[in-house]
């Protein structure tokens, strides 16, 4: 895999341009990595909406659950995925990050023992994790992500960094952390972020 024009290049990557997108970065604008997932019952229904030109959202990558990637945008134009977000003195994280949605139904709900997602989809025990998002107090449950797809997460990502000298990642949940609880504890962010940036990271 390498990239190649501001586009991914290998085996199981397929490019579908996105309308939903803004103008190129600014020089030097670009440094961070936004880590989402789809809230979805596929990655096709995902690519889908972000897709769509009158849902006006988007995101770089969408990565499936098997590992399939899927670009929307190329890495050097603004993608609409990050919405009202602040973190440190910064607002607007489009204009300075990578949007990465990763395949995955999100917060699910515990009826009679069954598992549930928002859009009404079963999923079982085995496929859910028991944790505390770091904007809560509760225990809640969440979509599990398999580990291989993690770990094609981690390799895009390495990849990003040494391309576009990404100093940040960060998840939607800490930029607009009133409206958003993704990538959520399913997702390793805090040992993902360690391992990909070692070193202090002060606010931006
Ligand atoms: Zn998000």
Same mark, same amino acid.
């Given at each position: 895999? @390498?990239?190649?024009?501001?586009?991914?290049?290998? !085996?199981?990557?397929?490019? &579908?341009?996105?309308?939903?997108?803004?103008? $190129?970065? @600014?020089? /030097?604008?670009?440094?961070?990595?936004?880590?989402?997932?789809?809230?979805?019952?596929?990655?096709?229904?995902?690519? @889908? %909406?972000? %897709?769509?030109?009158?849902?006006?959202?988007?995101?770089?990558? *969408?990565?499936?659950?098997?590992?399939?990637?899927?670009? #929307?945008?190329?890495?050097?134009?603004?993608?609409?995925?990050?919405? *009202?977000?602040?973190?440190? &003195?910064?607002?607007?994280?489009?204009?300075?990050?990578?949007?990465? !949605?990763?395949?995955?139904?999100?917060?699910?709900? @515990?009826?009679?023992?069954?598992?549930?997602?928002? $859009?009404?989809?079963?999923?079982?025990?085995?496929?859910?994790?028991? /944790?505390?998002?770091?904007?809560?107090?509760?225990?809640?449950?969440?979509?599990?992500?398999?580990?291989?797809? &993690?770990?094609?997460?981690?390799?895009?990502?390495?990849?990003?960094?040494?391309?576009?000298?990404?100093?940040? &990642?960060?998840?939607? !949940?800490?930029?607009?952390?009133?409206?958003?609880?993704?990538?959520?504890?399913?997702?390793?962010?805090?040992?993902?972020?360690?391992?990909?940036?070692?070193?202090?990271?002060? #606010?931006?």
């Amino acid at each position: 895999m @390498e990239i190649r024009n501001h586009i991914l290049q290998g !085996e199981n990557i397929n490019f &579908i341009l996105s309308p939903n997108r803004g103008d $190129f970065y @600014e020089d /030097g604008a670009l440094d961070t990595i936004i880590i989402h997932y789809t809230a979805s019952g596929s990655a096709a229904s995902a690519i @889908e %909406t972000l %897709t769509d030109i009158d849902r006006q959202v988007s995101a770089h990558l *969408v990565i499936g659950r098997d590992g399939q990637i899927s670009q #929307l945008l190329p890495f050097n134009v603004i993608g609409w995925h990050a919405g *009202v977000s602040r973190w440190g &003195i910064r607002e607007g994280f489009n204009k300075y990050s990578i949007g990465i !949605e990763i395949d995955n139904a999100g917060m699910l709900e @515990e009826k009679d023992g069954n598992f549930v997602s928002w $859009f009404g989809k079963n999923y079982p025990p085995e496929e859910v994790v028991k /944790g505390v998002h770091r904007n809560h107090t509760e225990l809640s449950y969440w979509h599990v992500f398999p580990q291989f797809q &993690i770990d094609v997460v981690e390799t895009v990502c390495k990849m990003l960094i040494e391309a576009y000298k990404i100093s940040h &990642i960060l998840g939607h !949940e800490e930029i607009a952390p009133d409206r958003k609880v993704d990538p959520g504890p399913a997702f390793p962010l805090d040992d993902f972020r360690a391992r990909l940036l070692p070193g202090p990271h002060p #606010l931006i």
